[in-house]
């Protein structure tokens, strides 16, 4: 009897351990695809023609994985106006620009003396993307306003 109760518990715990072992996985399950959002610095809301205003930016991310590329595009649906990075390249819309730095700097200059809207989407290799707008109403001179 005693041999009875001995071969059975050494059956369950053989069973107990090949359920244990087949419900694990020896697949590593890294994480690729983190969230992220882009940070920028209040800007003025009123900007005259030919002047430029630096919008600083910093992308926040919720993890990191060092594969992960960013890219940046710029679509102006209302104004003129020049959108460049800190290092000088200009921008053509909707065209996709590497991101090389978490923080960076984007220079605005007016080319118009009417309402500016655009929008500045950063993207990465996964698809996911994150979405700016920016606004600028007209800001005459001083001395034009004098004038009249």
Sequence with gaps: MKKIISNMFVCGCMLAAFFCLVACSDELDVQQVYPFKVETMPVPGRIAK???????????????YRNTVYTI?????????TLKTESGIVFHPNDRYLLENEKFRLYYTSGCETTQNFIVVVEDNNRQSYE???????????ADTEKT
């Design 132 to 142: 700016m707008e920016f606004s600028f109403n007209n800001r005459k001179d001083t």
């Design 50 to 64: 030919g002047e430029t205003v630096e919008i600083r930016c910093e992308l926040e991310k919720d993890g990191d």
């Design 73 to 81: 595009r710029f679509f102006q649906f209302e104004g003129t106006g």
